[in-house]
């Protein structure tokens, strides 16, 4: 089955600075990968998503990355502010037949002031 | 909020009792699944049901049972669990099951802690 591993766990950066956190999946079907951040004693909330057939995607001050050959995609947070701080789970997924999404193990993003 | 609730938001309880999980989504979705969180893992689906009927069922132990009445309601009974089961159970729904690219949208948890 897919397996999906994120780096890093955990992850500091400046307030302002860009936080990048990355994700490889094995199958090679899987054409649909979501981003879910999840703050402190809320559920996931979808943040941004890419399909197979899109190298790139941005929703203002985030962006997704996508490299097929390499299976790996990548979370991109520019201009980093206090209320990004939250756990990112990154997910891939087979559009048809099992359609149960995989998640990463998760990465602890803060943002210091 | 996202429109998925669920109660209690904690639980504790001990390795003989029966408690059970509420999910209610307010969405007019179809599909509604169960995960379960535990520190420093992936999340980890358990169950799965479209239009009242269970589609998916991970090799979840049988101390967990879920049950549908209905596509705005889902609960997941618990009964015998062991201290390993303690971790955060999530809910969420999407509109259908059909393809694996609707988005999902969670509750906030219930923390389960058993003793």
């Known amino acids: 089955g897919e397996n999906v591993e994120q780096h890093p766990s955990t992850l500091s950066v400046q307030e302002g600075d860009s936080a990048v956190i990355k994700c490889t999946y094995s199958?090679?079907?899987?054409?649909?990968f979501p981003w879910y951040k999840q703050e402190l004693g809320k559920g996931p909330q979808l943040i941004i998503d890419?399909?197979?057939?899109?190298g790139e995607k941005k929703d203002q001050r985030i962006a997704v990355t996508l490299n097929k050959t390499a299976k790996h995609f990548s979370l991109h947070i520019t201009e980093t502010q206090p209320e990004d701080s939250a756990v990112y789970f990154c997910?891939?997924?087979?559009?048809?037949?099992?359609?149960?999404?995989?998640f990463g193990s998760g990465t602890r993003l803060q943002v210091q002031p | 909020e996202t429109g998925v609730t669920q109660t209690p938001r904690h639980l504790v309880m001990g390795m003989t009792n029966k408690k059970s999980l509420k999910c209610e989504q307010h969405?007019?979705?179809?599909?509604m699944y169960w995960y379960k969180q535990s520190a420093k893992k992936p999340l980890e689906l358990m169950f799965v049901?479209?239009?009242?009927?269970?589609?998916e069922n991970n090799s979840v132990p049988s101390r967990f049972s879920p049950e549908c009445p209905n596509s705005s309601h889902l609960f997941l009974h618990l009964h015998t669990l062991q201290p390993e089961d303690s971790a955060l159970y999530l809910c969420?729904?999407?509109?259908?099951?059909?393809?694996?690219?609707?988005?999902?949208?969670f509750g906030p948890g219930t923390r389960l802690l058993v003793l």
């Open positions: 969420a729904s999407s509109q259908d099951w059909t393809s694996g690219s609707e988005t999902q949208y």
């Open positions: 199958d090679s079907a899987s054409n649909y």
């Open positions: 890419i399909r197979s057939n899109v």
């Open positions: 997910a891939a997924v087979v559009d048809t037949g099992r359609r149960a999404l995989t």
């Open positions: 969405l007019g979705h179809n599909a």
């Open positions: 049901y479209s239009l009242e009927e269970r589609v």
